[in-house]
């Protein structure tokens, strides 16, 4: 029995990677012969070998860079958990596409020009404001007042929709048809004002849309740069003065073609 065991271990190293001569002595005394010990033996060395244990991946983190599988980047991940924290709505979503949320739009009508009695409706209404051609237009030299409550933006196409069911079907006629028509004229195309928290910081948030702006102008173009980065670069064709003003919205540009779209004038808008 000892001559076998002997036999058996100065056979070759890897047939016997995981067998000791106790264990040999074990298969032995169980009746197993010299072959089939052999093929337990290598079996449990081949699996020995094979096992891979588990390794949590890793992900490399470059600021500016992509950072997961979604390939957002450090900077425009802080800009959509910036949003998230700063605008005043429920159910903030935001997509490579898209800027959604839903919030409570409120509407007044005077009822009388003598009485100073007003009508007040809040309805709720989901936005989806498509992030191409995304801007904040500022108002006047383009500087933001402490304590501001929203900022006004534009984009390629803003899209709204009533969360409930005919929300002014409870109104007396009349109300009903003037709180409609102010709410309407006033959500109208592709112009509309961020509610902010009161917490948030106009100026973060402001970055902030011009990050995912930005982010999405490089995707659809293919050129991952700033505005500041294409302007310098010695490529960089200058538009007119004209051209530049035209994409760049103000406030007040939105105003003014807002008033252009009004068919008719009624004193208690």
């Not at 995981?18 to 197993?32: A, M, P, R, S, V």
């Not at 449990?44 to 470059?62: D, R």
Request: net charge positive; aromatic share 8%; charged share 30%.
């Amino acid at each position: 029995m000892q001559k076998l065991i002997l036999i058996l271990l100065l056979l070759p190293a890897t047939s016997f990677a995981e067998c000791t001569q106790e264990t040999i002595q074990y298969y032995l005394d169980k009746g197993f012969n010299q072959e089939q010990i052999t093929k337990l033996c290598t079996a449990t060395s081949n699996q020995a070998e094979s096992y891979q244990p588990y390794q949590k991946p890793v992900i490399i983190v470059q600021e500016g860079g992509q950072t997961d599988a979604t390939g957002l980047s450090a900077d425009e991940r802080k800009a959509i958990n910036a949003l998230r924290g700063g605008i005043d709505a429920r159910s903030i979503d935001i997509t490579p596409e898209n800027l959604n949320y839903i919030k409570k739009v409120c509407t007044q009508w005077k009822m009388s020009p003598d009485v100073d009695s007003w009508v007040t409706k809040c309805i709720d209404v989901a936005f989806s404001i498509s992030r191409k051609d995304l801007k904040v237009n500022e108002a006047g030299k383009g500087k933001l007042l402490y304590g501001q409550t929203g900022l006004t933006v534009s984009s390629a196409a803003i899209k709204r929709k009533y969360v409930t069911a005919d929300p002014w079907k409870n109104l007396r006629a009349d109300m009903k048809t003037k709180l409609k028509r102010k709410h309407e004229k006033n959500e109208q195309g592709n112009t509309t004002k961020i509610q902010l928290r009161k917490t948030a910081d106009p100026g973060q948030m402001v970055n902030a849309i011009r990050t995912l702006a930005d982010a999405t102008n490089a995707k659809q173009t293919g050129v991952d740069s700033t505005e500041v980065a294409r302007v310098l670069d010695d490529s960089y064709t200058p538009p007119t003065e004209e051209e530049y003003l035209a994409s760049q919205p103000t406030y007040e540009k939105a105003q003014e073609e807002n008033k252009k779209k009004k068919k008719w004038w009624n004193p208690f808008d």
